[in-house]
């Protein structure tokens, strides 16, 4: 097991905003969790992550507790997270965008290499390699938010509303990049994501959030027949 997350209990102030949910990935899986906004979707990553305290719950990592761990030594054992809408270093260029990916890493990591290896993956980040990343457009701070979280050759990566903000043409393309790294170099995702229908499609498992609360978990090929789903979630 990969990633074991127990009984998570999230809140801000008095309001829950995750109320009991367990779920687990294994090494090479791709899960999403989907729900509409406000689900807790985001939260859970957060708390993944460690940007926000867990009030009851356990999260392993890799045979490791990592409950009580800061976000930097969670980074250094081997998440890295893609946070919604981009969150790019607006005024620094795209090279030194990715390589603040790098920084503080645990182990040595070829850095050349890995950049040429995201350059054949986005191609667009190469040509705009000396912009800052404020000059460029959506679909592309969101290409280089993912290429960042990559270059460290994480063992997970937290994927947050990655379709937040883009046209469906890139939406495509982004999700066909999930499946590629996924298929292709084994890498193990966990993404949160309102857009069912598309998350659905390229994962492994999924789990169905509603105010805070886990109702429904299954794998992904059954839950886009699922009757419930298809109403609710994929609008049919």
Not at 143 to 159: D, F, G, N, T
Not at 186 to 196: F, P, T
Request: charged share 25%.
């Amino acid at each position: 097991m990969l990633l074991d997350a127990h009984e998570l209990h999230i809140s801000y102030g008095d309001i829950r905003a995750v109320n009991g949910v367990s779920f687990d990935l294994q090494e090479g899986e791709l899960v999403s969790i989907i729900g509409a906004n406000g689900a807790g979707k985001s939260s859970i990553l957060n708390g993944i992550m460690g940007i926000v305290p867990l009030r009851k719950g356990s999260i392993h990592f890799d045979t490791d507790e990592i409950t009580s761990l800061a976000t930097h030594q969670r980074a250094k054992a081997g998440i890295r997270m893609v946070p919604e809408r981009a969150r790019v270093f607006p005024r620094l260029t795209v090279y030194e965008n990715l390589m603040a990916g790098a920084y503080g890493l645990r182990k040595r990591i070829k850095i050349a290499k890995q950049i040429a290896w995201l350059h054949d993956l986005f191609p667009i980040l190469k040509e705009r390699n000396n912009q800052p990343a404020n000059t460029l457009s959506g679909g592309e701070q969101q290409q280089l938010s993912i290429a960042r979280a990559l270059i460290s050759e994480p063992k997970l990566l937290l994927v947050d509303e990655v379709s937040m903000g883009l046209m469906p043409k890139l939406v495509d393309q982004v999700f066909e990049v999930l499946k590629q790294l996924n298929r292709d170099h084994g890498l193990s995702i966990l993404v949160v994501e309102q857009n069912a229908m598309a998350s659905l499609k390229i994962s492994h498992r999924a789990y169905v959030l509603e105010t805070g609360t886990c109702v429904h978990e299954g794998r992904a090929s059954e839950l886009l027949e699922d009757p419930k789903v298809k109403e609710v979630y994929l609008g049919h």
